[in-house]
């Protein structure tokens, strides 16, 4: 542990040079308070009790001090020790509030020395000089000159080795945490952090398992004070000037000001009283005064500056509790998110009560004699007794700890953890007969008596907990079950087990297997257990539950049934004249066949819903001769031969209807005789163009006549768009009364970017849908402008140049039906011509037209056909360009002739269109 460390260095040193700058970089050098100092013994009587100094928050007028010094026998320089009270910055305290005390006589050395603490002080001070003529009246005059700085001294030192030991007590823990389990560092890290009341920056934790322990205790400025007060004194330094530092970080009151380091006071104030008294003789120097838990009498003087014999000697500034009202700590539960009902399971083992707020309680003695009061109508159980509930608590218990009696209760001595976050027991709770008791946070804090947070505590019983009346028959075998079991309270729930049924009849039980349990509603109902029943091999018979819980010697058993599951059939449901049913129920995978009025189903799709299953079935013969309405039984025959009944319900017919014809529709400028047709010919019935409009005719099946409510949805069969046609808005129109004929036109109803194979089928006004029907393949074409389309040169070396509006919508393009030597179109490829082969056949003749294959993206599996006029010349370019989406240059591919730099054609402007 490094100098840093013992020192207890603040986060503030390093951190107030940061935000003021260089004006305050002298602090941040100050000497570490790192030095052992002698040791003083001081006890405190107040009313006929006394307590040690560790155990004393403040002093009250009347109180009697014990003051010994404990100096080594061979102290070579003889000390004496003054105790100086004050009584304010404004009001010099009385000469005679100050007793001079000759530490090495035989009487001090061996009885101490005892001091009254005299009305309206407000203050105590020790002071340890070295003897030398008229010490005495010199540190008295200059304490009564200037009494206020040492009020503030004071105040300061005590603050800031109340912080000191707040550090120290964490570094404690991170040590004794790292010699455990590697993985709980981090938990049990954050709980003391949370309980001492200091903030650690997360940059340790990021480092590996081994080093984190190391880095916390050896990098001190990563810790802060973390409460109210610290964060509220550094807000006001923060808002102040640079030049008011001295004053603002100075500055203390009565309530508790300065503490966010002890720097703050044994820095700042005590640099001013080093400057303002330093003599020919004396020179100030102050100490942390750190009482042990563990040695609870002594004060531990720790010095951040060697004691000087030589003139000016140093004087030993320490400074005692205030003379004041004590103020009891304010706790308050830390887990309220996840706990808000504060309710605990009182006998599970190392049961800790989380609270935060009150860091000094983890760090020192002030409260002591700390008990949990419950308020239960147990008696107190005797010390040696070896309980049942004692069997089932971790830990060695301090022998000291009982179980005392108390009126209305008993009462539990407890201690503060940090590293548990909170509270925990000496010893374990007795058994108490009610189920839920009260228990609260008794002990005294100095002198005065204290009460702290309350906890309500769960005890189980035996006979608490009963199978869900829903789940009493819910152990299937052959798969796994959830369980839902209700009881009392699921907090002392230790765990739970189950003992499966043996593989043969008389062999013996498999042993216990530890099943997976949670509460389903922890906060509002912890009543309720959720298990999972692993009986995916198990064999039909009896299944133990086992419910362990803290407190309870033996485990809750409760006895059931896991039965070979027979399917449990609910109904099944149809439509007359559909071929597919669905039949609903349990364990639908013993299903064989299903029987309705001599109609045979088969199995064809099991699925799970919830808690049920459901089982696809399709008829081998019609159904339409079912009557709708009608009471029908079906009969079940399972996989085993053994039958079942299940109700069906027969539900009207849904819509039918059928395909008759499908076609495209040209634009008028098409059927003109003088216009060119198409260029495209597409190679397949199916393929619809979206930039022509469709029509296609349909005959209703069922019912014979088309409903004139009736409408038609065409979709997508991905589903990425879909539209509706009816009799009303002209999209669909009457033939005759069971054939009508729709006219859809695909870039008004999905858009330019609508593409894929198209289904229909037909929806009642009740929204009762029927069947669907493959319609076909809506492809999108490139467009064409009927001029100067194919460019071939006269060398038939050379490629045709092909130019159109959205070339990217063709993934091939190729001379020969066969697809022989394609040109490929990238995906990327924005450009408005492309090379592609010469397919001129005399190139001396104009007029002529040539052929060219290609395949549609959108359909790639079918060859297209595309007839254009050629016209003849010499191409000034291999093809176009044209800038990627990246940003990149995207060139024309051109496999069939590599362009050269004089032949490239500017990059085209023309936006892709349709």
């Not at 054609?905 to 349709?914: D, G, I, M, Q, Y």
Request: glycine share 8%; proline share 9%.
């Amino acid at each position: 542990m490094t100098q840093k460390l013992r020192a207890g260095l603040f986060a503030l040193v390093v951190f107030l040079p940061i935000l003021f700058g260089a004006g305050v970089s002298l602090f941040a050098d100050a000497p570490a308070f790192d030095l052992a100092g002698p040791k003083v013994d001081v006890h405190v009587q107040r009313q006929g009790k006394t307590l040690s100094i560790a155990e004393v928050p403040n002093l009250l007028p009347g109180d009697r001090l014990w003051i010994h010094p404990d100096l080594p026998e061979s102290q070579s320089t003889h000390y004496i020790l003054i105790v100086a009270f004050l009584r304010g910055a404004t009001n010099p305290p009385p000469p005679e509030w100050f007793t001079r005390v000759e530490t090495w006589t035989r009487v001090v050395r061996e009885e101490g020395v005892f001091v009254t603490v005299p009305t309206e002080a407000q203050q105590a001070l020790l002071f340890l000089a070295p003897e030398t003529g008229g010490d005495f009246s010199t540190l008295r005059s200059a304490v009564r000159g200037r009494p206020g700085a040492f009020v503030r001294a004071t105040q300061d030192l005590q603050q800031a080795s109340w912080d000191r030991l707040r550090l120290d007590g964490f570094l404690a823990e991170v040590k004794i945490a790292s010699n455990g389990d590697p993985k709980l560092l981090k938990e049990r890290t954050a709980l003391a952090a949370r309980s001492l009341g200091i903030r650690v920056e997360q940059e340790c934790f990021d480092k590996p398992t081994e080093q984190q322990a190391p880095c916390l205790v050896q990098h001190t400025d990563g810790l802060v004070l973390d409460d109210a007060n610290a964060q509220s004194l550094v807000t006001q330094i923060a808002n102040g000037s640079t030049a008011d530092l001295m004053n603002q970080l100075s500055y203390s009151t009565l309530g508790g000001a300065g503490q966010f380091s002890p720097y703050v006071g044994a820095v700042v104030d005590l640099a001013r009283i080093l400057s303002t008294f330093h003599t020919a003789h004396y020179q100030y120097i102050p100490a942390l005064a750190l009482p042990q838990k563990d040695q609870r009498d002594t004060l531990n003087l720790r010095l951040n500056v060697p004691p000087s014999f030589r003139d000016p000697k140093s004087v030993i500034v320490v400074a005692l509790p205030p003379i004041a009202p004590s103020r009891t700590p304010q706790l308050h539960p830390a887990d309220l998110a996840q706990n808000p009902q504060q309710t605990y399971c009182g006998p599970k083992p190392s049961l800790a009560f989380p609270v935060e707020g009150a860091p000094l309680v983890f760090a020192t003695a002030l409260a002591h004699d700390l008990t949990l009061h419950v308020e239960t109508k147990a008696a107190a159980p005797d010390q040696h007794e070896n309980s049942e509930v004692a069997h089932l608590n971790l830990g060695t218990q301090p022998a000291a700890a009982t179980v005392a009696p108390s009126e209305g209760g008993i009462d539990i001595p407890i201690r503060p953890d940090p590293s548990a976050g909170g509270f925990v027991l000496e010893k374990p709770l007795p058994a108490f007969p009610e189920s839920e008791v009260l228990g609260v946070i008794r002990g005294k804090w100095g002198f005065d008596s204290w009460e702290g947070t309350k906890f309500h505590l769960r005890a189980p019983h035996p006979g608490g907990w009963a199978v869900a009346p829903s789940d009493q028959n819910a152990l299937i075998t052959g798969r796994e079950d959830t369980l839902h079991l209700q009881g009392e309270s699921s907090l002392c729930v230790a765990e739970v087990q189950a003992t499966l049924p043996a593989a043969t009849i008389g062999a013996a039980p498999s042993p216990p297997v530890h099943l997976t349990w949670k509460s389903p509603h922890p906060d509002a109902r912890p009543d309720a257990l959720e298990i999972s029943v692993p009986l995916k091999d198990a064999h039909p018979g009896t299944v133990t539950i086992a419910i362990r819980q803290y407190g309870l010697a033996k485990p809750e058993e409760l006895p059931l049934t896991a039965y070979a599951e027979a399917a449990a059939l609910d109904r099944l449901t149809l439509s007359a004249g559909d071929k597919d049913a669905v039949l609903r129920g349990k364990r639908l995978d013993e299903v064989a066949t299903v029987d309705l009025a001599g109609i045979t189903f088969a199995p064809s799709a099991l699925n799970r819903v919830q808690d049920f299953d459901q089982l696809a079935v399709s008829a081998t013969g019609i159904t339409i001769t079912l009557q709708p309405g009608s009471n029908y039984s079906a009969r079940v025959t399972l996989r085993d031969g053994r039958t079942l009944h299940v109700p069906a319900t027969v539900g009207p017919p849904r819509p039918q209807v059928d395909l008759l014809s499908k076609g495209v529709q040209h634009d008028e400028a098409d059927t003109d005789a003088s216009i060119a047709p198409p260029p495209i010919h597409l190679g397949s019935s199916n393929d619809l163009p979206s930039q022509r409009r469709l029509v296609f005719f349909l005959r209703s099946r069922v019912p014979a006549a088309f409903a004139r409510t009736e409408t038609v949805e065409i979709a997508a069969v991905d589903g990425s768009f879909q539209t509706t046609l009816s009799l009303a808005d002209g999209s669909l129109m009457l033939e005759d009364t069971h054939t009508a004929v729709a006219v859809v036109d695909p870039l008004a109803r999905f858009g330019h970017s609508a593409f894929g194979p198209l289904q229909l089928r037909a929806v009642t006004a009740e929204g009762v849908a029927g069947d669907w029907v493959p319609l076909g393949t809506l492809v999108r074409l490139p467009g064409f402008s009927g001029n100067h389309d194919l460019r071939c040169p006269r060398n038939l070396a050379k490629p045709c140049l092909l130019a159109a509006s959205n070339i990217f919508l063709i993934s091939a393009v190729s001379a020969t039906p066969d697809m022989s030597n394609a040109v490929e179109v990238p995906l990327e490829f924005a450009g408005t011509s492309l090379p592609v082969p010469n397919v001129a056949a005399n190139p001396a003749r104009s007029g002529s037209t040539g052929t060219l294959y290609v395949r549609l993206r959108d359909d790639p599996d079918v060859i297209q056909t595309l007839t254009l006029p050629i016209s003849s010349g010499t191409n000034s370019a291999t093809g176009s360009s044209a800038t990627a989406v990246d940003g990149s240059s995207s060139a024309t591919p051109s496999p069939l002739a590599p362009g050269r730099a004089d032949e490239a054609a500017a990059p085209s402007t023309r936006a892709p269109h349709n």
